[in-house]
């Protein structure tokens, strides 16, 4: 059977739309079940689940949790795009949805993006859309996109489970992505602004702090001259962090924030271990590097002062994303088929905030990351919320299958067309050995025995 290109997408639109509800309802179970990066196991056991109910084969075990669906195979060969989900909640203790053991809740809304994941894959598997693509499609659940828990997850990496942080960057460095030739994913938004589906703008680079500052322990009323304060070195090396501030260039972008998630045991002790989670953020890594140099030299000097010792693990973190312009501006009509020309938005490419490690991807293939409108409250806040789970889930369902029909369709090849023009920054190799450079582990020694 002969059908046109716009036929064929409404066919995928309207299986889409008849599988709505068990489609918002899988990202609301998802939701009820949140986990934070690395332990998404019940997560990964609802979408292999789900992968089984619509009969799509998958790997699991992909950097510990992620499952990647076998090939919707094309007609004929050509290229391989990712639907990206990724599986990872956040931990906001206060928020409301937030479990109460873990504290483990989707304040970023990825939820949503596992079901629009599942979404464009019912929609292309149930209208058989493959049968007119030149090129295939893997639905790709992945972990730990959110940079947190840097202790846990460098005890990962020191007991030999993991090479990199986080879950883009490890399934780079272990190969689950060597098959793939373009990567797409929807993120859900609260900000207004961007109405119901956007595009464009990019994200930060940074570098993952992991501090340890070690003291000597003595009772704190009784004998107090003879411990070492490791939370007073902490407290300094926090100062100079934050003095540092004066230095940065409005145009750097830069953001240094971070927590302490150990200060002491008992108060009638002097703290002889006090740790320090940070995170440094900028434009361009060269910043991002720059920026490290005054952290260190700040940590340093906390520990220096008060004689303490000092442990600084650096660890690899995301680097900036570059979208590909050409699948940008597909996807932006097929947006506007779907939601009406004024409830696109097209972000400048300055646009910057956050991080991510679909960064870290777009450097060595060309991807997509839109947003898409229904969330409320703040991003990361205890009063986020999934406000309208159509808008969230279903819309860039529909956008994401309607732009790979464009990017594959038989006779025009655009997604071949793209991959042949794109420069990546960096071969797989490159952006790996970049990466191991970037990881450091230094040790600094003013205690005196
Ligand atoms: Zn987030
Ligand atoms: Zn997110």
Redesign the pocket.
Known sequence: MNISKEELKSKVVAEIEKSKERIINFSKDIAENAETGYREVKTSNKIKEIFDSINLKYTDGHAITGIKSEPIIGKSDGPTIAVIGELDG?IVKDHPLADPKTNAVH??G?NCQLGSMLGAGIGLLNSKANEYLNGNVVLFAVPA??TIENEFRINLIDDGKLGFMSGKQELIRIGSFDDIDSAMLSHATTNATDKDLSIGGTSLGHVVKYVEFHGRASHAAGAPYAGVNALKAANIAMMAMDLQRESFKDEDKVRVHGILTEGGTATNSIPSIVKLEWRIRGRTIDIVNEVNKKIDRSLKAGAMAMGANVRIRSIAGNLPMLQNKDINNIYFVNAANIVGNNNVVIHPDDTSG?STDMGDLSQIMPVIHPRSGGAIGA??GNDYFIDDYYKSVINPAKAMATTIIDLLWHEENKLKQIISEHVPVYTKKEYIDLQKSRMGNEFHEYMKS
């Open positions: 956040l304040a970023c990825h996109e959110e956050g991003g990361h």
